[in-house]
């Protein structure tokens, strides 16, 4: 039987959990696509699950809720070997092995073809960046041009593609970071970013003459009621992250915490949202320069445990990307 790579977990806990194994590589059905991986990118819910917080996980498991490569086999005949496909979500990583190998079998509905000439580092790093990002603003948020835009944790890599998509959509955009220095003033402001502000955990008071009709909170829970407060009457806070890495509020009164007016809602985006996604649109812009993409690190599949690290103690700087070759 043919073998493949893969980082595999068999039980919950440290980057050290991921091993580097040998094992078969699976087999398509007539609805499935087999996919040799050239490029992931990685996740924050894989640092989640790998955490042991994603119920009804089985160990062991491969992680990675999606993947960029060519088609190996496809017996249904809906894409053609050699064809450059990205796929995301739909149980990958968590109902059945994801991204994180040479190869990958995944349901040829959750596939998208590409049509693009970029490196892989930058297609590993976009379908779930981009999916987040572009459902997150036009799906959530419902963004105009003439809206004023807050991304509440601004370097993260949703964030930084955010920004990029909403500057290039005609937005004021601000972007928040905890960190005051130039170089990370300088990252937000190569993403778009009109307006860079220092998170001290009060962001509110900081803008409350200047209000934003539309805010993504990515952070979570720890700056939602503060990034409530820098809405406008009627705007609308998005809340897509959670890398602040605390899931639930101590208490939680709705009257209380969120403004007159203001609408809150989530965003978390699914195998239909990745198909929705303009992909092929999305890497034209990139590979024209307009749409800006900040990959921070990247790695080969057997520096997985050094990537999650990186990750875990959020050194990157950009989207972490893992090669497979």
Known sequence: MATMKAAVIHEPGGPEVLKLENIPIPTPKDDEVLIHVKAFGLNRSELFTRQGHSPGVKFPRVLGIEA???????????????????????????AFDGGYAEYTCVKASNVQALDTNLDWTIIGAVPEMLQTAYGSLFKALHLTPKDRLLVRGGTTSVGLAAAAIAKNHGCFVASTSRNSSQATADLLKK??????????????????????????ELIGTVT??????????GGIVCMTGIVGNKWTFDSFAPMDVIPNTVC??????????????????????????????????????????EAHDTMEKNLARGKIVVLTE
């Open 264 to 305: 809150l809602t989530v965003y978390s985006g699914g195998p239909d949202e990745f198909k929705e996604t303009p992909l092929n649109d999305l890497l034209k812009q990139i590979e024209d320069g307009t749409l800006p993409v900040q990959v921070g690190k990247v790695f080969k599949l057997d520096q997985i445990v």
């Open 224 to 233: 939602l009621e503060d990034s409530l407060q820098c809405a406008v009457g």
């Open 191 to 216: 993403s778009g970013v009109d307006q860079v502000i220092v998170d001290d955990g009060k962001v509110a008071a900081q803008v409350k003459d200047h209000k934003f009709d539309k805010v993504l």
């Open 68 to 94: 960029s490569g060519v088609v190996d086999k496809c017996p249904g005949g809906q894409f053609e070997p050699g064809q450059k496909v990205a796929t995301a979500m739909g149980g990958m990583g968590r």
